[in-house]
């Protein structure tokens, strides 16, 4: 086995006790990629706030953290800052580097205007790049664009999302793991004895709560139900965090819906929610591939999602859940009216269907593929 560097924009944050812990969902990923190489430097952003209970702990003494400057941002200020710490990121990447076998860039992120130029021109070691954004963004922000340019025009191996035309040899179809076998055996019982109502549905969000990602256009749309139709709503869980919370708890006040938001969660009471939720929605305007899906789906959620990136590679309308064509209110509602029109037995039709693909995200397939990766 071999020794690996990751370098990430990854959050990272220290507990009072000292305690590093970091994003929950890359973390998990990287605490199973233990099991293929014999140590791992995670080169990453490091935070001067409280950690989110969403943040986890490394689970192996193999794996080392190195902190980044925090920079990054959507003002000019901040995209300053990303410029003048460039030094002192290439240094910490190179020592980092140094000492090991080879090493991981994930992609799109500020940093990574010239970070992988760095790694193109400057380092000679073995390693690939992974790009967990989408990969056919097209008015994607110009760092964006910049970086996908880049990584078509190397020779490393880049992962991405979906499977595209004219997609460049190098670029490799990898799926976002966010599972474990056992979660998968679990999954399956749960999806076994879910039993579906249309008196009693009971839908989720996961993710950042901003403009974004579409909770506001989520909470607009459920508004818009009649009494009759919100009568069948049984909870509304809204999972995760931003600036702009209070203001959507303000908006769903005296709107006649069980709305529940419960800021960050562990990934095990996410799952918790996931067992039992009949759908998940996420009208985002553009994705890679959110683990979240896979992991709701996984637990029996019909997924309720935007049709961008690679998300309709995988979520079939009205076969294992329902495309968003058009990301507007009335779009969402007609398909929240699907949801609500259900039958028990096409719902349970249509969640087995979605057992076919979760053994492509498990962390143990994906740990596989890696190991055939490097072998290049």
């Known amino acids: 086995m071999k020794t690996l560097t990751i370098i990430s924009h990854t959050e990272h944050y220290k507990k009072p006790d000292g305690t590093i812990v970091g994003l929950g969902s890359t973390v998990t990923e990287i605490n199973n990629l233990i099991t293929v190489f014999d140590a791992v430097i995670h080169v990453a952003m490091l935070h001067q706030v409280a950690a989110p209970p969403s943040a986890l702990p490394y689970t192996s003494s193999k794996i080392s953290f190195e902190a980044l400057p925090a920079v990054g941002g959507q003002k000019l200020v901040d995209k300053l800052a990303i410029i003048s710490s460039a030094p002192k990121t290439i240094r910490i990447i190179k020592k980092a580097i140094n000492k090991t076998d080879c090493f991981q860039f994930r992609a799109p992120t500020g940093i990574g205007v010239f970070v992988i130029p760095y790694l193109m021109l400057f380092s000679s070691k073995k390693g690939w790049f992974k790009y967990a954004g989408n990969w056919k963004q097209e008015q994607a922000p110009l760092a964006y664009s910049f970086q996908r340019w880049l990584l078509k025009n190397q020779k490393r191996k880049v992962t991405i999302n979906g499977s595209w035309p004219n997609q460049p040899k190098q670029c490799l179809t990898f799926e976002n793991p966010c599972l474990t076998e056992g979660e998968v055996a679990q999954g399956k019982s749960i999806i076994s004895t879910k039993v579906f109502s249309q008196k009693d549905i009971t839908f989720c969000f996961v993710g950042r709560l901003e403009k974004e990602k579409g909770v506001g256009l989520l909470i607009e749309a459920f508004k818009k139900l009649t009494k009759e139709e919100k009568l069948k709503i049984n909870a509304i869980h809204i999972v995760g965090d931003g600036k702009a919370k ?28 996931y067992k ?5 929605i996420l009208p985002s305007a553009s994705e890679g591939f959110p683990k979240v899906i896979a992991e709701a789906m996984n637990f029996g959620c019909l997924p309720i999602v935007s049709n961008v990136s690679s998300i309709g590679h995988y979520v079939k309308s009205e076969i294992n859940g329902f495309l968003l064509d058009a990301i ?26 979605q057992s076919e693909t979760q053994k492509k995200f498990t962390y143990s397939y994906y740990n596989h593929r890696i190991v055939n990766l490097l072998k290049y």
């Open 276 to 280: 039992t939720s009949h759908a998940i």
């Open 328 to 353: 507007t209110e009335e779009a969402l509602v007609f398909e929240i009216h699907k949801i609500l029109q259900l039958s028990p037995s096409v719902f349970v039709k249509m969640i087995q269907m």
């Open 246 to 273: 209070q203001k959507y708890i303000d908006s769903t006040k005296n709107s006649g819906l069980p709305f529940v938001f419960h800021g960050f969660l562990s990934r095990k009471d996410v799952h918790e929610i």
